[in-house]
């Protein structure tokens, strides 16, 4: 069992224990159980285009002991899931660990998952003459051995993703560079570009090239089309020596040190800036750290997928509190910072039934190699986290919510407060994001004063965000639009100093993300167009295009830079 799933593991049993300590509820739900296996009470197929995909051989409905063993699983784990959700007397954190550990256990415990129990492993076996479980049990031991010990189950082939090649691929130069990261500047496509630099902060928990991936699905290229300078951090892959690297060092000597730097670059005094996951709840730290100091250095901001309230995190919320933090301190402590494998591992199994046990039974049961997908390549390239910053991270604002009490966190000897900052904000959120719950970031948006615009896309963390036009997938939802304020009006009392009604886009006047989103319009596609309308209007007027090196800047290297190639994983 993996080292992190032992508290949920206890939470579990303890569940457990206090419902057998009522007869009458087992009772019930033994005769519940029984029911449902008598109605054939499965839940219901998922409509397409999602449909189960562990029981997409047909052999799992047109065969008679593969359909029922399918609707025996499907009944029993629903019923495990429900019964652990209905546990008298139990606090909040347990139940939550206790119903994570269920579902962990239903999605290992599937008949797909058991060679003699997949009727399409057992064809692959017999039609190769055993073949298929040889070369799986040849690519278990040589991910055993990626992964020095631990298993490093490949995801998808690498060889068809180089960096500089293949991904990470828009043109653009090195201009600046310290001990926590190179700064990128993007060469213009456009005669002209907007007045204000674009500044984009990525998280470090894996690397920056998840916004510029291939040519049709990278942002950065997509926002260099449209007229902005595009600056990016790139950012170190730490190692032992960045032991004692703090929260408030990635905000000083990170954030802070890339905004100035843009503006030296450009010639230009404020800049628009836009934060993803991590990195976006560092962009809300850092505005609210400068609104402290009444600098408006950054004069629009976009947070993609950021959390700053952490009352409800969603499942991560399971893998953290006091005792568990105590171990993974311990652990970093030991080395100078949390292994990016573990890391990944982590995030896996926040949805093993689509990044675990499917790359299990490809791999190992059926033998085959895992197709390519360019986000797997990107996900399965880990990054470390310095221990010190990380404990910061989880303890003060995973444990503690201290970002959104005005005063409890100082950074650099500034107590900040969110409700301090006035500049525009672009929060986009993804309706299925299992890392950054919608709910949650709507909450954590309520705690700006400025103008906020907050838009939800389809999908997930990731394909949520990485949604290019061109491909026309999902959809998305934006504000009803309001009427504007007059000066007769009592609304205009809500115009912030910049004119700005600040309650435009709901935020004020929906009391949470559900209310939020039954008002809002639904359009379908892709989000960046509503976000390129939105920022074009606070990025100035046009100048000509600013190339890498102009004016006697430095260029130190082309592209996508040296700190993205440190690899964890062989390839």
Known sequence: MHASLEPMRRAFLEVLLRLALDPQRMLAAGLDLWGRSLRGDAPPEPAPPAPDRRFRDPAWREQPLFDGLRR???????????????????????AHQARFYARQLTDALSPSNFPALNPEVLRAARESHGLSLLKGLQALCEDLARGQGQLATRMTDRRTFRLGETLATTPGDVVHEERLFQLIQYRPTTPTVHRQPLLV????INKFYILDL?????????????GYTVFLISWVNPDETHAEVDWEDYLVHGLIAALEAVCRVTNEERVSALGYCIGGTLLASGLAWLAARDDALIASATLLTTQVDFSEPGDLGAFIDAPQLERLEARMRGRGYLDGLEMMTTFNLLRAKDLVWPFVVNNYLLGREPAPSDFLAWSTDPTRMPARAHATYLRELYLHNRLVQPGALSLAGIPLDLGRVKTPLYVQACREDHIAPFRSVYRGARHFRGPVRFVLAGSGHVAGVINPPSANRYRHWVPKLRPAASSGNAAASALNADGIESDADGIASHANA?????????????WWTDWDAWQSERSGGRVPARVPGQGGARIIEAAPGRYVRSRLLPE
């Open 214 to 226: 291939r040519p049709e699905n990278s942002f950065v290229r997509w926002a260099v089309e449209r």
């Open 72 to 94: 025996a699983y499907l009944t029993g784990a629903g019923w495990l899931e429900d019964l652990v959700a209905q546990a008298p007397d139990v606090d909040r954190h347990t």
């Open 201 to 204: 902060v990525p998280p470090w």
């Open 514 to 526: 559900d209310a939020w989103l039954q008002d809002a319009v639904e359009r379908p596609g892709s």
